[in-house]
Each structure stands twice: as structure tokens, then as C-alpha cells.
């Protein structure tokens, strides 16, 4: 049988397991290459005719995804202390083994970091999505519309880099800034980024109506637009690293982190509001994890959808830990149905599906409480910010599940939505009956810290 990707770490940790048992491999790291080649690297020291019998057999079996050289490395041999203490190693479960993974890629990276700490107010929500058109950006502008219109200031970013909408969307001509968030990730490792610089990356929308305040980062800024045929070598060069002069690199995660906390720490605004690319991509990981942001994760009751959920979610169990409390941050992602059906008992079967694919991928029941691990979102309540009382006193373990679905309803008039040629739809009355739920969501992730604020 020829072995494929999926097959090839299951088929080694068989036999590492086989020949020098479970805890040999528990305690030991297995190195995944850029090509996606298998190593083991194991925490005891082995004799020559163990690594010979071990090599022989692994590289017989995984066949073109073992390694042709070091398949099987003892504990003081050259450069295994370096994996087997690589910051970038995590657990994971397979076939009900718990093995050490380090894995190496050329792209994706940003993937393998934990997710983010909670980030210190002003809080952050990222509007995502695995597919385009199921409503995410009109939602993220309807959202922004209602906050001015109650005197909140909002900044919304565009982080779809590669299909830009909100920019459009939020901005007028004539209020378009000098630069984009395209502009940002190139010069970032160039020119550097000054107070000059920020000052001419974000424009003023309209859509404020002379209330609250809406500042947008779009994606393409004005020297774009007026230089379009330069725009896809920008893109080329955004995902690149960046290499400080004191060796230290900042993937694109890091260097969207930097723009977002830099523009959080001024104190202009009361919310951020991020619009994430669709799909999975590298600027995705960049928004959902390293923000330290809540999640607002968009999708409609539709196969794709879901295979998008299981493979996104199957991803983030990797970071849970069953024999340990469940981090925070699984509490800031919550399950929006966007488009959804004015009937009740077809949102139900969308949010049953979802229960189901939570706990497929080791999400499920709580084996403690035997409670499920997603919360609908009638049941949160937020939490005034306090820097001196960690994130478990203030939220018991228990209580970190995914929430929702919350349901944005199905409504003609929004599709094709234009904010700013259409702002009667930006009436309370049109847009409460069926964005309200999501509203209501927002509202709990910065209302009440708002108000002790005050």
C-alpha cells in the first residue's frame, strides 16, 4: 500500500510505540520537515541495533515520507536537543497516543501558534468566514453603523488582502487615505512605519453620520489605486517575513499585531473591528489567532460550511489539552449563521450540525461536567476588565466553550448592500429584526467595560 500524507504519522507512531513503547514515544518529538518527511527524535539514549532495526522498519513503511537520513535520532546525538526543545513543538493526539510534534513549514507557520492572550480593551472582534458571500462584511458594516449612531468611536480594518471589500464599503473617494494595509506589510520591513505613516493609513467614513466616529483601514489606499498595475507585486511581498537588524523575525502574524496594538494604545477608539480574508490562508491565522481578539466566525447552513468548520476547529483542539482546564480563548469564538432562515427549526438543525462537528473534533463534552462545548449566547454575560484578577478567576473553566450559533437573518434588501448609497437601511428599525442577535453579541464583549469605565 502506498503511503500517503494522512497515513504517514499514524504509521509512525505505530511503530515507535510498537518497538519502544508508549512511553518512549510520549517522552520523544517527532519532526515533520517542509516536505513533509518523518523523524523521530527520541528523550533516551538507543543502541546501534536499535536505530538500525528502527530505521530499517520505518523507512520501509512510511516509504516515501520517511526520512532518508536521521529517521530515528538518540538523545545525545548532534542537534537533537534543539528539536526535541524547539518553542514551536506541540501536543497532539493521535489514534489515542500523545506525541510531540514539531512541524516545519514554509508557509502556514502563524498556524502552529498558540492562540493569543485576551488583548486589553479597547476590545477586538474579527469578522470571519471560510467562504465569501455569506454575509460577513455587510454584517461588520451594519455593526459599525449602529455603534456610531451610539456615539461610539469604531475602527474597522480590511485584512482581505487579496479581495478587498470593506474599504469600498466604508469609504468615500474623496476620504480614501494615502495608504493601505497593503502599504503597511511592505513598508513595514522597509521604510519602517512612523506617526507619519499611521496618520495616513486610516480614512474617515461617512457612515458616521456626525455621531459617533468610524475610521477605516482599507486595503488598497490612493497610491494604490492610482498606481494599480504595482498592486500584485505589493501583494507578493506582504506575506514576507520581516528580519530585524538584531536577527529576530516577524512573521505577518506579528506584524499585523504590532499595526492593531499600535493604533489600540492611542485611546482614539472604543472597539476595533477586524474583517478577516475567507478561507484559510496565512492572513486568516494572523486574525484569529494572534490578536487576542474575540472571533465571530461566519458560515451558512451549507456542506462547505461545515467541512470549513471541521477542519478549522479540528485544527484549534490540537491547542486543548483534555487532561487540563480549557483556555480562555475557546469563550471568544463564537459560531454566526450568517443568511439564516426565518424558520426556528431549521437554525436548529444548524446549530446541531455544529454541536456535532465540535464534538467530532475533540471539542465535545466536558468530561467533567458533562456539559457541551458550545453555549448558547443568551447565557453570557461579560466581565467588567481587571489587569490584577487572571482570566480563571474571573471565568471558571467550565464556562469556556464556543458560543453561539447566532443567527443573522436571511434579508433581500441587505444583499448587494451599500452602505453609503443606501443608508436608509442603517434605521434601527430595518436592521434590528435581523442583526439584532449579533448586535446583542457585540454589545456583551464591550458594553458593560465600557460603562465601568465611565
Known amino acids: 500500500m502506498t503511503i500517503r500524507f494522512d497515513d504517514s504519522l499514524p504509521a509512525l507512531i505505530g511503530i515507535i510505540s510498537q518497538e519502544l513503547g508508549r512511553d518512549a514515544l510520549s517522552s520523544g518529538t517527532i519532526l515533520r520537515d517542509v516536505s513533509g518527511k518523518l523523524a523521530f527524535f527520541s528523550a533516551s539514549e538507543l543502541d546501534d541495533r536499535n536505530i538500525e532495526t528502527l530505521t530499517e522498519k520505518l523507512q520501509s513503511q512510511l516509504g516515501h515520507y520517511g526520512r532518508s537520513d536521521r529517521i530515528i535520532v538518540s538523545k545525545n546525538d548532534f542537534g537533537a536537543e534543539q528539536i526535541r526543545n524547539d518553542p514551536t513543538a506541540f501536543e497532539i493526539t493521535v489514534e489515542g497516543q500523545h506525541v510531540r510534534l514539531v512541524d516545519r513549514r514554509l508557509v502556514g507557520a502563524d498556524w502552529l501558534r498558540r492562540p493569543s492572550d485576551i488583548a486589553p480593551p479597547p476590545p477586538r472582534i474579527v469578522f470571519s468566514s471560510l467562504k465569501g458571500g455569506v454575509g460577513r462584511s455587510t454584517a461588520l458594516a451594519v455593526v459599525v453603523g449602529d455603534l456610531a449612531s451610539r456615539g461610539y468611536r469604531v475602527l474597522a480594518i480590511d485584512l482581505d488582502v487579496e479581495a478587498p471589500g470593506l474599504g469600498p464599503m466604508l469609504l468615500h473617494e474623496d476620504t480614501l487615505p494615502e495608504f493601505g494595509i497593503l502599504d503597511a506589510l511592505l513598508e513595514n520591513g522597509i521604510s519602517g512605519l512612523d506617526e507619519s505613516f499611521y496618520a495616513d493609513l486610516v480614512g474617515p467614513s461617512a457612515l458616521a453620520k456626525g455621531r459617533g466616529r468610524i475610521d477605516v483601514i482599507p486595503v488598497l489606499g490612493r497610491r494604490s489605486l492610482n498606481n494599480p498595475a504595482d498592486v500584485l507585486a505589493k501583494i507578493a511581498r506582504a506575506y514576507v517575513e520581516d528580519i530585524t537588524d538584531d536577527g529576530k523575525i516577524n512573521t505577518f502574524m506579528d506584524q499585523i499585531r504590532t499595526v492593531v496594538d499600535d493604533f489600540a494604545t492611542t485611546k482614539r477608539y472604543d472597539i476595533i473591528l477586524v474583517d478577516a480574508r475567507a478561507g484559510l490562508h496565512e492572513t486568516t491565522a494572523a486574525a484569529i489567532m494572534g490578536l487576542g481578539a474575540e472571533v465571530f466566525l461566519f458560515g451558512r447552513d451549507e456542506l462547505q460550511t461545515f467541512q470549513g468548520f471541521k477542519v478549522l476547529l479540528a485544527h484549534l483542539a490540537r491547542f486543548v489539552d483534555p487532561h487540563k482546564p480549557r483556555p480562555e480563548w475557546l469563550s471568544r469564538l463564537t459560531i454566526v449563521q450568517g443568511q439564516a432562515p426565518q424558520e426556528t427549526e431549521k437554525r436548529a438543525a444548524f446549530a446541531d450540525r455544529c454541536q456535532t462537528i465540535i464534538s467530532e473534533v475533540g471539542l465535545g463534552l466536558d468530561q467533567a461536567s458533562n456539559q457541551p462545548a458550545i453555549t448558547p449566547t443568551d447565557s453570557f454575560t461579560d466581565i467588567p476588565w481587571n489587569d490584577?484578577?487572571?482570566?480563571?478567576?474571573?471565568?471558571?473553566?467550565?464556562?469556556?466553550?464556543?458560543?453561539?450559533?447566532?443567527?443573522?437573518?436571511?434579508?433581500?434588501?441587505?444583499?448587494?448592500?451599500d452602505p453609503l448609497v443606501r443608508r436608509d437601511l442603517l434605521s434601527e428599525q430595518l436592521y434590528q429584526s435581523s442583526f439584532g442577535a449579533l448586535l446583542e453579541q457585540v454589545d456583551n464583549c464591550f458594553l458593560l467595560e465600557m460603562e465601568n469605565k465611565d
Do not use: N
Request: hydrophobic letters at 35%; glycine letters at 6%.
Open 388 to 417: 490584577d484578577i487572571s482570566d480563571e478567576e474571573v471565568l471558571p473553566a467550565d464556562d469556556y466553550k464556543i458560543r453561539g450559533p447566532v443567527a443573522v437573518l436571511d434579508d433581500p434588501r441587505f444583499r448587494g448592500f
